[in-house]
């Protein structure tokens, strides 16, 4: 006898909140089989990138010692 069970898709992460933004994952699940797993990296940096584009460097000092990496 088989069990037919269907394909789920989900997304995992962040796990914690001083973590948001940073990583996360879609994964594929058949039953509690991880099937397809994508990783998606660098929400926060691109975010910071965006806030440090129109200042000067000293002004974004205080940026990189918040970066969560």
Excluded: C, W
Aim: no cysteine; hydrophobic share 35%; proline share 6%.
């Amino acid at each position: 006898m088989t069990l037919q069970t269907e394909l789920v898709t989900m997304n995992m992460g962040p796990h914690h909140p001083s973590t948001h933004g940073v990583f996360r994952m879609r994964v594929t699940l058949d039953g509690e089989v991880v099937r397809e797993m994508e990783p998606m990296f660098g929400y926060l940096h691109r975010g910071l990138e965006k806030l440090a584009e129109g200042r000067t460097y000293t002004q974004i000092i205080p940026f990189t010692d918040r970066l969560d990496y």
